[in-house]
């Protein structure tokens, strides 16, 4: 029943760690390289990122209290 519990927190987890990851480098590698004709991402999704990377670790944190 825990390795249930812990996969059910565990994989929703990892998946907002890694996209939260990736938006914030995609947001950083388009303000570094520019490409003529096309404007860099917003930086609001540097925040989206931050904040998925936040709730990801935070689901983590809970699925190591919970599951062990």
């Known amino acids: 029943m825990r390795a249930l519990v812990g996969s059910l927190i ?3 987890a990892t998946i907002l760690v890694a996209g939260g ?3 914030m480098v995609v947001t950083l ?3 570094l390289v520019r490409r003529p004709g096309r404007e860099p991402i917003r930086w609001r999704h540097m925040a989206l ?3 998925f990377l936040a709730l990801g670790v935070l689901l983590l944190e809970v699925e190591l209290i919970v599951a062990g």
Do not use: A, C, E, K
């Open 10 to 12: 565990g994989v929703p």
């Open 21 to 23: 990851l990736g938006l």
């Open 29 to 31: 590698y388009t303000h």
């Open 49 to 51: 990122g931050l904040v």
